[in-house]
């Protein structure tokens, strides 16, 4: 598609801006509108995501959190338009100069995103049976998990030949389950620790955080976009999908990963019930679990060789979070030790 075509496309969007645009270009669902009084980003969305993200991003300006690429309102007020069955909405164009160090990069974005649920977090009545509710429903989840990782090892291993698939999960099968049993103990920790609680702690969730989601202007301060996932919700559901995604990759040791974490405990602690919670979620092996299961119900003949890398993928994922939760468990008992001692002191 052309620029004119670019222009064309989204013209009677910005007849609704006090803007006048000259020239266009596509970036997969955002715009580059160059126009006389600067460049824009015009971006695209379904209209079921809605607009009430922006409700999120005014909380977020009105506690002072600045760090996000604003939306500008329409010249009758409105945040979103809708066109063509689609939801558009307009915001400064921000350059993302690059940044060559990467974990630098990846520190700026969970010390901001600390701050962000720092200036939003809000305590929250719970009663309890809710709390033991949502305990008892995942301790159900995870022993039917367990059910199954027991149950496909023994069928695995009564068969003549296995499978390469079923193999490699047999070889794998000690690991998934000490991951579980890790999970469980933090996972009943965490209820322990909450029977007398009466509040739980709630922030503004950004909903996807990527490194994608957080652009560098040309003075090095990071912003954030894309806030058409936020929500309110606990502090740890901003955290696991980005770290799940960081860890899936070929082994390595996850110290940097730990770095990152410990930047954004730094500027938002944890109490000492969410950071079970937090080591609980992170460890349990759902990935590992959901392609045995997808393997295991076939109705035909698979590709073998795809569902192998699939599993190797989420065995990298297990053995690096493996690696990563443990140590935090080490540091937090360290710390806990340590104050204890300086107590007694």
């Not at 409700?55 to 009758?76: A, E």
């Not at 060559?100 to 701050?115: G, I, M, N, P, T």
């Not at 103990?185 to 909450?194: A, H, M, P, V």
């Not at 110290?255 to 109490?271: G, M, N, Q, T």
Request: aromatic share 14%; proline share 4%; net charge neutral.
């Amino acid at each position: 598609m052309d620029e004119h075509n670019h222009l064309n496309e989204v013209s009677a969007v910005l007849k609704h801006y006090p803007i006048e645009p000259y020239f266009a270009e596509g970036f997969g669902k955002i715009k580059k509108i160059y126009t006389k009084s600067g460049i824009f980003a015009l971006k695209k969305i379904h209209p079921y995501e809605g607009s009430d993200f922006i409700k999120h991003i005014q909380t977020l300006y009105q506690k002072d959190y600045n760090r996000i690429v604003p939306v500008y309102p329409s010249s009758d007020g409105r945040y979103a338009i809708l066109h063509n069955n689609s939801l558009y909405y307009l915001m400064p164009w921000v350059p993302n100069a690059n940044r060559e160090d990467q974990s630098e990069k990846h520190k700026q974005l969970f010390r901001e995103l600390a701050r962000m649920h720092t200036l939003s977090a809000k305590e929250l009545e719970i009663r309890p049976e809710v709390k033991q509710e949502h305990y008892e429903n995942t301790l159900k989840e995870w022993e039917k998990e367990e059910e199954f990782v027991n149950g496909f090892l023994e069928s695995c291993e009564n068969k003549t030949y296995m499978s390469p698939f079923e193999l490699n999960f047999c070889l794998y099968y000690i690991q998934i389950r000490q991951a579980i049993q890790f999970a469980r103990i933090k996972l009943e920790t965490w209820n322990e620790k909450t029977k007398e609680q009466k509040k739980t702690r709630t922030v503004t969730l950004h909903g996807k955080v990527s490194p994608e989601h957080f652009l560098f202007d040309e003075r090095g301060y990071g912003y954030f976009i894309n806030f058409e996932k936020a929500r309110i919700g606990s502090p740890i559901q901003d955290l696991l999908p980005f770290l799940a995604r960081s860890l899936k990759t070929q082994p390595k040791y996850g110290d940097e990963v730990i770095d990152w974490i410990y930047v954004y405990l730094k500027h938002f602690p944890f109490r000492d019930d969410e950071m079970q919670l937090f080591m609980s979620y992170l460890a349990f092996p759902s990935g590992i679990i959901r392609v045995a299961e997808t393997y295991h119900q076939r109705k035909k003949d698979v590709d073998e060789r795809k569902f192998v890398q699939k599993l190797q993928r989420q065995y990298w994922l297990l053995n690096n979070t493996g690696y990563v939760v443990t140590k935090i468990d080490d540091l937090e008992k360290q710390k806990e030790q340590a104050k204890q001692e300086g107590a007694q002191s």
